[in-house]
């Protein structure tokens, strides 16, 4: 690939449109796609969905997730603590009665005990104020990502490993049991993405920007061109994507 025209590909995409939690841009068009996880977290969800009367769901994004849950508890509240997609969250989530509120600092904008459910889908938290928001017996129902994460994506491209390396399923299953949190169940999973495009990688890594923390494609343009060359090579490039599933219970 030349030099200008690996210029173009990464300017494209850089000036794409992003907007709430939407990577249509890439998975629509089969440019980007994650592998199976263990587990399906939305199955995972469905008897806690049925039984509870009030959940939370902490960063809702675009509220994409959540608008394609069914059924919602009679109440639905959610957070989102990145500005510009409170817009999107609340007008997609109006229709279903889902009241979104912003977030700071991971502190629940909601009154102590006002949940018998909370679901996180790749959402930072603090397990004091999830304990406090939730009743006795409250469940909560996370899948995270964990800290190794694309670290070869970044080792690729000549940056370090993503600020939260650590972040594993040991260390937040101990955090929430210090918290007062009974684990009903764990598991921990790696797995790949495929890449079937730099320009895939070159937008994904936009989206997401603490994958790689002041990603600058022009200081890796000759990294990024050969990661290119072996994409043509090979059709596809995988990196390591690392998932894993807590689901506790307030003691």
Request: aromatic share 10%.
């Amino acid at each position: 690939m030349r030099p200008d025209e690996l210029r173009r590909i990464v300017a494209d995409e850089l000036a794409a449109g992003f907007s709430g939690w939407d990577f249509g841009r890439v998975t629509r068009s089969g440019r980007m796609e994650e592998f199976p996880l263990d587990w399906n977290y939305r199955s995972e969800l469905g008897p806690y969905l049925r039984a509870s009367s009030a959940m939370l769901d902490l960063g809702t994004g675009g509220g994409e997730f959540l608008d394609s849950l069914e059924p919602l508890p009679p109440r639905t509240c959610a957070t989102e603590g990145y500005a510009p997609n409170l817009p999107i969250a609340a007008a997609r989530l109006a229709k279903r009665g889902v009241e979104v509120r912003p977030i700071e600092d991971n502190l629940i904008p909601f009154e102590d005990g006002a949940f018998d459910l909370a679901i996180n889908r790749h959402e930072s938290y603090k397990p004091e104020e999830l304990r406090r928001v939730l009743e006795a017996g409250g469940a909560y129902v996370t899948q995270q990502v964990g800290g190794m994460n694309g670290a070869d994506l970044n080792m690729t491209l000549g940056y370090p490993s993503m600020p939260f390396a650590e972040c594993c399923l040991a260390k937040a299953v101990l955090e929430l049991e210090a918290c007062g949190f009974s684990i009903a169940k764990a598991r921990e999973c790696l797995t790949k993405t495929r890449f079937f495009d730099i320009g895939a990688i070159v937008y994904y890594l936009k989206c997401i920007p603490w994958q790689i923390d002041d990603f600058d494609a022009e200081a890796c343009i000759d990294r990024l061109r050969a990661l290119a060359s072996r994409i043509e090579d090979l059709g596809y490039i995988d990196f390591v994507c690392h998932r894993y599933l807590i689901v506790a219970r307030r003691d």
